[in-house]
């Protein structure tokens, strides 16, 4: 692999890219991190699979109602609404709320009794993605995800 990788406080690494130093984009910061009441789970896994398709399930939101259906995906209704995107010199961000099925079992626990969550997607050049899903209890998870090639 060409370029820098950086070991992080928090057991990752990140890809710093092949630019020169002065030309990299800034390595985004995860203020969550330090939030009382939020609780890190980290791992490292290894895909057998191009990196670009690893980094291309983190941000196809539309596969929601197909992979996720046993849980918040609504296969009845795989149904995307518009949505704007904001982009910046580094960055992506977008925000989407999307039907779900009717909660059952243990997910009407966190997902509460309504049929709808958020998911908030922003993409860090050159490597970092953000995926916030919140549900509608209030309940949310966040997955900070940095892949090497």
Same mark, same amino acid.
């Given at each position: 692999?060409? =370029?820098?990788?950086?070991?992080? *406080? ?9 630019? *020169? ?7 985004? %910061? @995860? ?11 980290? =791992? %490292? ?25 046993? %849980? ?8 995307? *609404?518009? @949505? ?6 580094? %960055? ?13 079992? &243990?997910?009407?626990?966190?997902? =509460? ?12 050049? *050159?490597?970092?993605?953000? &995926? ?12 900070? &995800?940095?892949? &090497?090639?």
């Amino acid at each position: 692999m060409e =370029g820098d990788c950086l070991r992080c *406080p928090y057991h990752g690494w990140a890809f710093l890219g092949d630019l *020169p130093p002065e030309e990299r984009p800034p390595i985004p %910061s @995860f203020p969550e991190l330090e939030v009382p009441g939020w609780r890190a789970v980290q =791992g %490292s896994f290894t895909w057998q699979a191009p990196y670009t398709r690893v980094v291309e399930n983190a941000v196809d939101v539309a596969h929601t109602p197909f992979l996720h259906r046993r %849980s918040f995906g609504n296969p009845d209704n795989p149904v995307m *609404p518009r @949505f704007e995107v904001t982009v910046t010199p580094h %960055s992506v961000e977008t925000s989407v709320v999307l039907e779900s099925p009717r909660p059952r079992g &243990l997910s009407r626990w966190g997902m =509460g009794g309504a049929s709808t969550h958020t998911v908030h997607l922003a993409v860090h050049l *050159p490597n970092v993605t953000v &995926l916030e899903t919140t549900f509608a209890g209030g309940w949310r998870m966040r997955l900070l &995800l940095s892949n &090497l090639p």
